[in-house]
């Protein structure tokens, strides 16, 4: 059985991936500092598999500390890295924050694989990457932009210190997963997305919205050149998004990979607008939501959505849920997570 280092396991990806690992009969051991997540997602981890994940509570930029715990662990074959800070809004106002964080993080993991017998990494990286593309669906090859924030420019950083890292030691090997926009929870409601205080992104906004938290939402823009005026982005279930890590793991695991470093876009394949986001969460949980139109919020882009082709044919990796299924679990889990946490 693999042992796969899962980095930020705690986090709202990597929990569900863990839920995967575990699923497809691998052994997960997570590392995280808890500095945004919870202890008690592992109870959830194991209602759901009936397992429960190896933890140890790391700030994996503290180098020696990694260093000793790669020397106890020397059974890991792979390392998922979702160990990161990921608020936009905050990576303006505190660009050191993060970039110390989201570098000197994955600088020390590499650093501990080229000494170490470790020589798989899967790395997560987001579309923000290709800031608005020239041309819909985006692919890989499209040209990646300026970032917009200092968090999107520590994604871009990161897969050149990866990319370079690899050129200089050919026994590295790497996939870097651009997601687009993970939404919902696992369908238990056992664990799901825990955002700290005001949410930025949309759907934890939209559950908020629905439980009485938040008195309405605020759709960021409605004079864009879209159908309805409002942005387009490519949402998809966090459970297909966590199958997906399973799947690169087993590529480098059993070789299969075609080259030593490898990028996959991750979304749905359909670009669906802030409207239709909300008209769909009023008719899948039966529910309306208050709601309007307002300025549009600095930095957004207007439109993206993901060519899945590459991810389809070579990972044979397909988002399976509906938005639908997603937005339900979204709302299951607001209300779970409502009467268990708060
Ligand atoms: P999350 O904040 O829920 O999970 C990240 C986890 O990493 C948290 O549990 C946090 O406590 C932990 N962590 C942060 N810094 C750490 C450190 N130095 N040492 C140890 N643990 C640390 O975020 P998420 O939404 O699960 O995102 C996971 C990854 O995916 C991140 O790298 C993020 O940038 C990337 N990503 C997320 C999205 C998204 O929309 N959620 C989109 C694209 C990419
Ligand atoms: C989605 C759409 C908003 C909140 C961010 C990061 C990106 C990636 C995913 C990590 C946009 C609109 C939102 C609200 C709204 N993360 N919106 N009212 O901006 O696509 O991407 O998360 O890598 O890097 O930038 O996601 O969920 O914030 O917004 O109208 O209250 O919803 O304008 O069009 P975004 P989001």
Redesign the pocket.
Known sequence: MDTILV??????????TVVELINEGFRALI????????IE?LDGIEKITGVRPGFE??????GPLLKSFMDRHKDITAII??????SVEESVGKPLKYYR??L??LMNLLEEMQTGSVSNLV??????VYGQPDKLPVTESAPVKKAESP?GN??KISEDIIADCIKADNSLKSIS???????GAHPSALIG??PGGIPD?LVPFITQTAIGMRKEIKVFGGDYNTSDGSCIRDYLH?TDLAKAHVVAIKRLLEKRNKSNYEVFNLGTGKGVSVLEVIKTFERANSLTLNYKITGRRAGDIEQVWADTSLANSELGWKAESSLEEALISAWKWEQHYRKKYK
């Not at 980095?7 to 569900?16: A, D, L, Q, V």
């Open positions: 980095t930020g396991g705690t986090g709202y990806i990597g929990s569900h590392v995280d500092d808890l500095s945004n997540s919870n997602v509570k790391m700030d994996i930029c503290n890295h979702f160990a990161a800070s990921k964080n989201n000197v993080s790395f997560s990286s987001s579309c923000t968090y520590t994604k997963l651009r997601y687009f926009n993970p939404i997305e825990l992104n966090v």
